[in-house]
């Protein structure tokens, strides 16, 4: 495995499709039980971060690529086209969390919420 690639509708029972989905990745990663227990926590905390926001989610992608001891995984949120006014919500504990779990977390976002999630594990090719 080098590169995967899900899309997912935007809703809360799609969230157990990418928790899934990251395990196998973690697997395939050679990560550790703890690791992939982590991953997988990561996934759940990102997927709230992306679909609970003022701005409408149609769909959530996560992209995996297994990369020099590292694997890379980024979650985006396919948001509404129409411009509304947004009061986003405060990433700071989400980011907190996810930093714990994960390492190198960006969080892209501007001023309708966050839109992409960006975060790396040590990781070792099978």
Request: negative net charge; hydrophobic residues 45%; proline residues 4%.
């Amino acid at each position: 495995m080098n590169k995967m690639s899900l899309t997912v509708p935007a809703k809360d029972e799609w969230g157990l499709v990418f928790h899934s989905a990251l395990s196998a990745v973690g697997v395939l990663a050679n990560l550790s039980v703890d690791m992939i227990a982590d991953l997988r926590s990561a996934s759940d905390e990102a997927f709230a971060l992306l679909t609970h926001q003022s701005r409408p989610v149609h769909h959530v992608e996560l992209d995996c690529e297994l990369r020099e001891g590292e694997l890379f995984v980024r979650m985006s949120a396919q948001r509404a086209e129409a411009y509304q006014q947004c009061v986003p919500a405060d990433p700071e504990v989400a980011h907190l969390i996810l930093g714990a779990l994960a390492t190198d977390v960006r969080l892209e976002g501007d001023s309708c919420g966050i839109y992409s999630i960006n975060m790396t594990l040590p990781a070792v090719a099978v």
